[in-house]
């Protein structure tokens, strides 16, 4: 069975600075990766995708994510944060059955 | 496209009473999936539909809960009786396919609070 793995359930950072959010994913077949993300009393938003085209995917509000066959990784990118970047990020990744959530990580922005 | 509609946004009943959730997934979508999201647990698949037909309901906590689909553009979630331990946030999904390389579409959600 498929498993995801979201490294931090918190990650905080300052406006302006670099976010990195961790996705791992047991695989022995690339799955199709995704990155969701869910403001405050709202759904889950796609953000991005990747189906083994390029293995680096651009998403919406600059966001980024960068497959990576040897370490079964798809860790989500962006080079400078915004408070309105503020919310719960989820990773999830499916091969042949329903998509696998990992547990999710809050992403905190100070001013 | 209006995408996933769910209704109502927010549910607040007595314990003991009967709830019922509707979703109306995007048109065209074959799959459809309900979730319930906590705190503690996190988001749960609950059941899933492939063309109005469910497949998978092993998610589902209880007897007391029970999702039909009479048609393609209609859900419904039912949980009778309800208790407190049900509150929770409540996602529909739709896809093209269980496994689709396109992702789910989430409606926005019930937010049920049983009291």
């Known amino acids: 069975a498929q498993s995801v793995t979201q490294l931090g359930s918190h990650v905080s950072v300052s406006e302006g600075a670099l976010v990195l959010l961790r996705c791992n994913y047991s695989?022995?077949?690339?799955?199709?990766l995704f990155w969701y993300v869910q403001y405050p009393n709202q759904g889950l938003q796609l953000l991005l995708k990747?189906?083994?085209?390029?293995?680096l995917v651009k998403g919406i509000n600059g966001f980024e994510a960068e497959f990576k066959k040897s370490e079964t990784s798809f860790h989500l990118t962006k080079p400078s944060a915004h408070m309105s970047d503020a919310a719960e990020y989820f990773c999830?990744?499916?091969?042949?059955?329903?998509?696998?959530f990992g547990k999710g990580t809050m992403l905190l922005v100070s001013p | 496209d209006a995408g996933v509609i769910q209704s109502p946004r927010h549910e607040v009943t007595e314990m003991g009473q009967e709830v019922t959730l509707r979703c109306k997934p995007i048109?065209?979508?074959?799959?459809l999936f309900w979730y319930r999201q906590t705190m503690m647990r996190g988001l749960e698949l609950l059941i899933y539909?492939?063309?109005?037909?469910?497949?998978?309901d092993s998610g589902m906590p209880e007897d007391r809960f029970s999702a039909k689909m009479p048609n393609a553009s209609f859900s419904t979630l039912k949980i009778q009786p309800s208790e407190p331990r049900d509150s929770a946030v409540y996602f529909c999904?739709?896809?093209?396919?269980?496994?689709?390389?396109?992702?789910?579409?989430f409606g926005s959600g019930t937010r049920l609070t049983v009291v």
């Open positions: 048109s065209g979508h074959n799959s």
């Open positions: 539909f492939n063309n109005n037909v469910p497949i998978d």
């Open positions: 990747y189906t083994s085209a390029a293995t």
């Open positions: 695989s022995s077949v690339p799955p199709y």
């Open positions: 999904a739709s896809s093209f396919s269980e496994d689709s390389p396109y992702g789910y579409t």
């Open positions: 999830a990744a499916s091969g042949y059955s329903t998509l696998t």
